[in-house]
């Protein structure tokens, strides 16, 4: 009796760790637990999708990254979103904030500085801004904004001046995004600094990507961590992470899914989470942005219904996060 008790208690075993392989094979995220708590303010981008932003909001996020534009359309929708629902905004300036948008290559730093005055204006109650978008970019490198670090500082300056002037409790957040991985853009943030970008930045900003079409491997996240630290210990300043993701799906490429997605998003975050000067991180993106033909779809909220917001198996991590974080007080 004995020996076949022993017997059936090793098939259950057996069985049960089958069971766990597969499902792990099937749901990488399972490997990655959510933590109990989470030691920032969370938040997804949205460049103005505002059936997926709706729907966000009714599920009770309240903090979005987008590209602020004078439009009166955007100005409308995003005015009701914090009206209504509490939405917060962190507004990026940038090309989309400037006459023309982003087909304008010929302006100078007044242009900016009105531009960034009647963003302002328009937005009263938006209290973090974000100083352009990816400047190391050429696609982004338009007008003034030419690809000089003094002139990138010169921007950023006189945004902080006219955006303090306007609330001085608001946070200006430098850099657009640094990526983590290289040294060449890395000396470039750090000629921005050497002019004395200290003075007019509350944070600095990082755009955090991989290699890989799933979670990352141990180089990996020991590569992420020295570049974070490295411009931590550059600036001093707090880190928002205002973009980070991989697509559930590509037309160019093989192995991203709902599943890798998931999975990479709650590794992501658990390790941001070991770094207390980490104040916000933003998952790029709630819709899915296709990137052109490649189709890369980075969608968290709409990944089979654009129209509805149909959720991505991330978004039910993205929720149970957030509702973790600082984000929920």
Same mark, same amino acid.
């Not at 696609?139 to 990138?152: D, E, L, P, R, V």
């Given at each position: 009796?004995?020996?076949?008790?022993?017997?059936?208690?090793?098939?259950?075993?057996?069985?049960?760790?089958?069971?766990?392989?597969?499902?792990?094979?099937?749901?990488?995220?399972?490997?990655?637990?959510?933590?109990?708590?989470?030691?920032?303010?969370?938040?997804?981008?949205?460049?103005?999708?505002?059936?997926?932003?709706?729907?966000?909001?009714?599920?009770?996020?309240?903090?979005?990254?987008?590209?602020?534009?004078?439009?009166?359309?955007?100005?409308?929708?995003?005015?009701?979103?914090?009206?209504?629902?509490?939405?917060?905004?962190?507004?990026?300036?940038?090309?989309?904030?400037?006459?023309?948008?982003?087909?304008?290559?010929?302006?100078?730093?007044?242009?900016?500085?009105?531009?960034?005055?009647?963003?302002?204006?328009?937005?009263?109650?938006?209290?973090?801004?974000?100083?352009?978008?990816?400047?190391?970019?050429?696609?982004?490198?338009?007008?003034?904004?030419?690809?000089?670090?003094?002139?990138?500082?010169?921007?950023?300056?006189?945004?902080?001046?006219?955006?303090?002037?306007?609330?001085?409790?608001?946070?200006?957040?430098?850099?657009?995004?640094?990526?983590?991985?290289?040294? %060449?853009?890395? @000396?470039?943030? $750090?000629?921005?600094? +050497?002019?004395?970008? &200290?003075?007019?930045?509350?944070? !600095?900003? =990082?755009?955090?990507?991989?290699?890989?079409?799933?979670?990352?491997?141990? %180089?990996?996240? @020991?590569?992420? $961590?020295?570049?974070? +630290?490295?411009?931590? &210990?550059?600036?001093?300043?707090? !880190?928002? =992470?205002?973009?980070?993701?991989?697509?559930?799906?590509?037309?160019?490429?093989?192995?991203?899914?709902?599943?890798?997605?998931?999975?990479?998003?709650?590794? &992501?975050?658990?390790?941001?989470?070991?770094?207390?000067?980490?104040?916000?991180?933003?998952?790029?993106?709630?819709?899915?942005?296709?990137?052109?033909?490649?189709?890369?779809?980075?969608?968290?909220?709409?990944?089979?219904?654009?129209?509805?917001?149909?959720?991505?198996?991330?978004?039910?991590?993205?929720?149970?996060?957030?509702?973790?974080?600082?984000?929920?007080?």
């Amino acid at each position: 009796m004995y020996a076949r008790s022993k017997l059936v208690i090793s098939i259950v075993l057996t069985l049960i760790i089958a069971l766990a392989i597969i499902l792990i094979a099937l749901y990488p995220g399972m490997q990655y637990g959510i933590e109990g708590k989470y030691n920032f303010v969370v938040g997804v981008g949205t460049h103005s999708n505002q059936s997926s932003a709706i729907s966000a909001l009714k599920d009770g996020i309240l903090y979005y990254r987008t590209d602020i534009s004078l439009s009166a359309p955007q100005e409308e929708a995003l005015s009701l979103q914090h009206s209504k629902y509490g939405a917060h905004y962190l507004g990026i300036l940038d090309y989309d904030t400037l006459p023309g948008g982003f087909s304008n290559n010929d302006w100078n730093l007044t242009a900016w500085n009105e531009s960034v005055s009647a963003a302002v204006e328009a937005y009263p109650w938006i209290s973090s801004w974000e100083i352009w978008n990816e400047p190391w970019v050429p696609t982004f490198q338009k007008g003034y904004m030419n690809g000089s670090a003094y002139n990138y500082y010169q921007m950023a300056r006189s945004a902080y001046l006219i955006i303090k002037a306007a609330e001085p409790n608001a946070t200006t957040v430098c850099f657009g995004g640094a990526p983590i991985g290289s040294y %060449s853009i890395y @000396q470039w943030y $750090s000629k921005v600094w +050497s002019y004395g970008a &200290a003075k007019y930045c509350s944070a !600095i900003s =990082i755009h955090a990507y991989p290699s890989t079409v799933g979670p990352m491997n141990q %180089s990996d996240v @020991q590569m992420w $961590s020295a570049w974070i +630290s490295k411009y931590e &210990a550059l600036t001093g300043k707090p !880190i928002w =992470i205002t973009e980070f993701g991989i697509p559930s799906g590509s037309n160019a490429s093989v192995g991203y899914s709902q599943s890798n997605q998931e999975a990479f998003m709650v590794q &992501a975050f658990n390790l941001f989470n070991k770094y207390p000067y980490i104040k916000r991180v933003y998952w790029y993106d709630l819709w899915g942005l296709s990137d052109g033909p490649v189709g890369n779809d980075f969608g968290i909220l709409n990944l089979s219904n654009p129209v509805s917001g149909k959720p991505s198996a991330a978004w039910y991590s993205f929720l149970s996060i957030y509702n973790r974080s600082m984000s929920k007080g």
